[in-house]
Protein backbone atom coordinates (compact mmCIF):
# COMPACT_ATOMS: atom_id res chain seq x y z
CA UNK A 1 0.00 0.00 0.00
CA UNK A 2 1.34 3.25 -0.90
CA UNK A 3 2.41 5.66 1.77
CA UNK A 4 3.90 9.09 2.81
CA UNK A 5 5.60 9.49 5.92
CA UNK A 6 4.61 13.36 7.35
CA UNK A 7 7.42 14.09 9.86
CA UNK A 8 5.42 16.95 11.36
CA UNK A 9 2.60 14.55 12.57
CA UNK A 10 5.53 11.97 13.01
CA UNK A 11 2.83 9.36 10.77
CA UNK A 12 2.64 7.80 7.82
CA UNK A 13 -0.89 8.49 5.24
CA UNK A 14 -1.99 5.67 3.03
CA UNK A 15 -3.90 5.38 -0.03
CA UNK A 16 -5.65 3.29 -2.81
CA UNK A 17 -5.36 3.96 -6.06
CA UNK A 18 -7.41 2.16 -8.69
CA UNK A 19 -8.02 3.04 -12.53
CA UNK A 20 -4.92 3.68 -14.51
CA UNK A 21 -6.43 5.83 -17.51
CA UNK A 22 -8.18 9.12 -17.18
CA UNK A 23 -8.39 11.95 -14.88
CA UNK A 24 -7.93 11.74 -11.57
CA UNK A 25 -10.67 11.54 -8.85
CA UNK A 26 -9.79 11.93 -5.35
CA UNK A 27 -12.19 10.55 -3.00
CA UNK A 28 -12.18 11.71 0.63
CA UNK A 29 -13.96 10.01 3.20
CA UNK A 30 -15.79 11.76 6.20
CA UNK A 31 -13.25 12.13 9.03
CA UNK A 32 -12.83 8.91 10.89
CA UNK A 33 -13.90 6.34 7.96
CA UNK A 34 -11.82 4.11 5.66
CA UNK A 35 -11.84 5.31 1.97
CA UNK A 36 -11.86 1.92 0.90
CA UNK A 37 -14.78 0.75 2.65
CA UNK A 38 -16.37 3.98 1.86
CA UNK A 39 -15.56 4.21 -1.70
CA UNK A 40 -14.70 0.53 -3.49
CA UNK A 41 -18.03 -0.35 -5.00
CA UNK A 42 -18.03 3.36 -6.24
CA UNK A 43 -14.51 3.07 -7.60
CA UNK A 44 -15.05 -0.13 -9.33
CA UNK A 45 -18.92 0.06 -10.38
CA UNK A 46 -18.50 -0.67 -14.56
CA UNK A 47 -20.68 2.62 -14.39
CA UNK A 48 -18.25 4.77 -13.38
CA UNK A 49 -16.23 6.86 -15.63
CA UNK A 50 -12.60 5.88 -16.70
CA UNK A 51 -10.61 7.48 -13.86
CA UNK A 52 -8.42 7.03 -11.40
CA UNK A 53 -9.64 6.97 -8.36
CA UNK A 54 -7.53 8.11 -5.35
CA UNK A 55 -8.81 7.11 -2.15
CA UNK A 56 -7.16 8.83 0.85
CA UNK A 57 -7.03 7.00 4.79
CA UNK A 58 -7.76 10.14 6.76
CA UNK A 59 -4.94 10.34 9.41
CA UNK A 60 -6.54 8.19 12.43
CA UNK A 61 -8.63 6.20 9.75
CA UNK A 62 -8.34 2.96 7.87
CA UNK A 63 -4.36 2.32 7.15
CA UNK A 64 -2.89 5.84 8.11
CA UNK A 65 -1.44 6.75 11.17
CA UNK A 66 -3.31 7.92 14.54
CA UNK A 67 -2.80 11.81 15.22
CA UNK A 68 -4.37 12.60 18.55
CA UNK A 69 -6.54 15.83 18.32
CA UNK A 70 -5.30 16.64 14.30
CA UNK A 71 -7.60 19.61 13.37
CA UNK A 72 -9.40 19.91 10.35
CA UNK A 73 -6.20 21.87 8.41
CA UNK A 74 -4.12 19.33 9.65
CA UNK A 75 -6.29 16.71 7.40
CA UNK A 76 -6.38 19.16 4.63
CA UNK A 77 -2.05 19.38 5.14
CA UNK A 78 -2.15 15.17 5.07
CA UNK A 79 -4.32 15.52 2.06
CA UNK A 80 -2.35 18.18 0.00
CA UNK A 81 0.99 16.31 0.96
CA UNK A 82 0.03 12.90 -0.69
CA UNK A 83 -1.56 15.23 -4.17
CA UNK A 84 1.82 17.24 -3.99
CA UNK A 85 3.62 13.64 -3.29
CA UNK A 86 1.97 12.52 -6.44
CA UNK A 87 2.34 15.21 -9.00
Not at 19 to 43: E, K, N, R
Request: hydrophobic share 50%; proline share 13%; charged share 10%.
Amino acid sequence: MPSLFLPQYDAFVRWHKIGATGPVVVLLPGIGFPALGSFLATATDPAFPAVQSLMIDPLGAGQSDPVPGLSIPGHADAVAAVIDHLN
